[in-house]
């Protein structure tokens, strides 16, 4: 199939983004009967993505998804080249030049807004923000502010749970993960001593998934607490708890949780249900409170305001209501839902005047770039075969890269001075974090500084 387009050579495929959707596509690709060269561009000088740094460090079962990752990586068919931003380094023009094809794959990482009065106020936070800063990403603060003794977590799915979890755990309860030392410094005189989770409808409209949310109660410091009054089902719910295994563990955990005695744990975890967030309370431009409407099931699963509100003394906010993809160079983007607009994978610019969809010409996404941030890691996969697809379908009618010899591009990148790292980069950095955490007992400890992960890694340089 893509001799008719490219000749006798492989078909070379840059991927921009190599966190698990641009991996997966990479690893469809090389599944496939086609000849295959392909390239994952990262911006950052280490690969994973939001495993790296959108997995809370308490939880090693998923970033043991980097063990399938690093199989598809060790392909020869596979280069990484990292510390690369696109839109800045490279642009869509430079890699027409060296590829075939093009597909984006980078993500989402910013916090989706949510529009009530106060949000704007000194101690209200987004929660990639805060997740950002304990997974120790290069390019966000090394401190946080923790001197709240009250917070709310605005939000009801395991991005909320993440972010509330760390908040009540002690620094010490973190210390034996990846953190690195001043995520623990930070956390180890966080005052956090109450931490409040508010979700507007009921537990049978809860996005955790069932063992986030049992994990809560594992910790030795934190008790979790459910207000007895905030068990409630209407028919809607009670047809999704009998059609979904996973809706029905939740509420059922949620149930006994709401009747058993309370313990003596001494950091609290309130989980609210049917408390609509309507105003971030503040005084000298900080917050002060939260005032929540009650809301009431209408008997389809979905809730209505009861004009009773409720103000809760909390000194801290963390809206944890969504991921938000940012806008690509040179792609045509979608602002309300995030996503670069697409059939399939396939970027659409237009629709002609009969109605025929214009698609972008050997550019595909794959990946939240293309459906937006939900589902999980896995779902990822399916997103990456139909794109996949997509492409080679199309591939007998790409006009072939003037200069496809992978080392073109190397050329271009050493004419630029770009320091970029490699995979054999990545084992150097993997060795040295396991170094830094050996003589402590730790797996690892994570580097933060961008300029000491390039160190470690021995990036390309001209």
């Known amino acids: 199939m893509t001799e008719q387009s490219v000749g006798p050579r492989p078909l070379r495929i840059a991927i921009v983004g190599a966190g698990p959707a641009g991996i997966y596509a990479a690893d469809a690709l090389m599944k496939s009967d086609a000849d295959v060269s392909i390239d994952l561009f990262e911006r950052m000088p280490a690969p994973f993505g939001l495993i790296r740094y959108g997995v809370a460090p308490d939880h090693p079962r998923i970033k043991g998804i980097i063990t399938a990752l690093h199989k598809v990586l060790d392909k020869p068919q596979v280069r990484l080249l990292g510390n690369i931003d696109y839109g800045v380094d490279i642009t869509l023009d430079d890699l027409r ?52 003794e009250k917070v709310a977590v605005l939000g009801v799915g395991n991005v909320a749970l993440d972010v509330a979890r760390v908040l009540a755990k002690t620094g010490d309860e973190l210390l034996p993960t990846e953190i690195p030392p001043n ?72 149930e006994q949780w709401a009747i058993r005695d309370q313990g003596d744990r001494p950091h609290k975890l309130f989980l609210h249900f049917f408390e609509s967030p309507a105003e971030v309370l503040g005084a000298d431009g900080k917050v002060v409170g939260l005032r929540t409407e009650r809301t009431q099931l209408d008997g389809t699963g979905n809730v209505k305001g009861t004009g009773e509100f409720r103000e809760w003394d909390v000194q801290a906010v963390y809206r944890a209501v969504g991921y938000l993809s940012q806008n690509i160079t040179n792609l045509p983007f979608d602002e309300q839902a995030g996503t670069v607009p697409n059939e399939a994978g396939r970027v659409l610019l237009d629709e002609n005047a009969d109605g025929a969809a214009r698609y972008l010409s050997a550019t595909y996404v794959t990946g939240w770039i293309k459906r937006g941030p939900v589902g999980l890691i896995g779902h990822t996969k399916g997103d990456a075969n139909e794109t996949v697809a997509c492409l080679l379908d199309d591939s007998p009618n790409f006009t072939p890269a003037a200069k496809p010899d992978p080392e073109a591009v190397v050329e271009f990148l050493e004419g630029k001075g770009i320091p970029f790292t490699t995979w054999d980069g990545w084992y150097r950095l993997d060795a040295h974090e396991r170094a830094l955490g050996e003589p402590e007992g730790r797996e690892r400890v994570k580097v933060v500084e961008r300029e000491d992960m390039l160190r470690a890694s021995e990036p390309h340089k001209v």
């Open 97 to 148: 030049v060296y590829y075939d094809a093009v597909i984006f794959s980078t993500g989402a990482n910013a916090d989706r807004a949510l529009d009530i009065p106060g949000i704007e106020l000194d101690g209200s936070f987004g929660a990639a923000d805060f997740v950002s800063w304990y997974d120790g990403h290069p390019d966000v603060p090394r401190t946080w502010p923790l001197d709240a």
């Open 183 to 254: 995520v623990y410094a930070g956390l180890r005189a966080n005052k956090a001593v109450e931490v409040h989770v508010f979700g507007r409808r009921g537990p049978a409209q809860a996005k955790f998934t069932p063992l986030e949310l049992r994990e809560l109660d594992h910790s030795p410091t934190i008790e979790v607490i459910v207000d007895p009054e905030d068990i409630d089902y209407d028919e809607g719910s009670e047809a999704a708890r009998r059609h979904s295994k996973q809706v029905d563990m939740v509420a059922n955990t949620l």
